[in-house]
């Protein structure tokens, strides 16, 4: 069976999503997959020491599953993931986005501050791109106790100092099993 190609997209202002977009990355190498983590920056364009590099179109192009995240923003996605994804009509019109994995992790400060509709926000892209979305549903026990069947999310209170704990890591591991389980399905 070829290798599954992972491609994780995320913007991080504070760290929360580049912590989780990292354990995104070391559980999809568990697994055997070749992975691809990117950031799209934070508010420059220089990628500072340690930060994955920035994404491109052909990151997308040539992935399996792709994974994007973004914290909450007024309960969207953050602008600068948006660009990118808006830099990316040549290859939508081309088909080139089409038939891959999708699934979305997000982020913020309150438990209802928009952690759904940021994901939903996200998928309206995905759909448009006749990307085959594979949300966690409640597929697995854990999706009980981390409570989010529409992706990842954590919250990191009212401070923003809530570090990522077992709970959302349990349920990251979980996104990369079904995501490239069910890619593997669809490439058999
Ligand atoms: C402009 C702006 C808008 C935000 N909007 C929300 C929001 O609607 N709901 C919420 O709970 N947190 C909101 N937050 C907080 C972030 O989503 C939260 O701190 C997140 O965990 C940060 O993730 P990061 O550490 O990856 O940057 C906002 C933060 C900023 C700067």
Do not use: C
Not at 59 to 74: E, H, N
Not at 144 to 167: E, R
């Amino acid at each position: 069976m070829p290798t599954t190609k992972v491609t994780i997209v995320y913007y991080s202002q504070t760290g929360t999503v580049a912590t989780m977009a990292a354990r995104l990355a070391q559980s999809a190498e568990a697994q055997g997959a070749e992975v691809r983590l990117r950031s799209v920056g934070r508010d420059n364009d220089e990628v500072a020491e340690g930060e994955p590099a920035r994404p491109t179109a052909d990151d997308i192009v040539w992935a399996d599953v792709v994974l994007l995240g973004s914290p909450t923003r007024y309960g969207n996605i953050a602008g600068r993931l948006k660009v990118f994804l808006d830099g990316l009509g040549a290859q939508w019109a081309t088909g080139q986005l089409a038939d891959k994995v999708y699934a979305g992790f997000t982020s913020s400060q309150t438990l209802h501050g928009g952690q759904e509709t940021t994901l939903l926000a996200l998928y309206n892209t995905v759909i448009h791109f006749g990307g085959i979305l594979v949300t966690p549903g409640y597929t697995d026990g854990s999706k009980f106790v981390d409570g989010n069947p529409y992706g990842v999310s954590h919250v990191t209170g009212a401070a923003n100092d809530i570090p990522v704990g077992d709970v959302t890591n349990t349920a990251l591991d979980h996104l990369v099993t079904r995501t490239i389980s069910i890619s593997r399905r669809l490439n058999a």
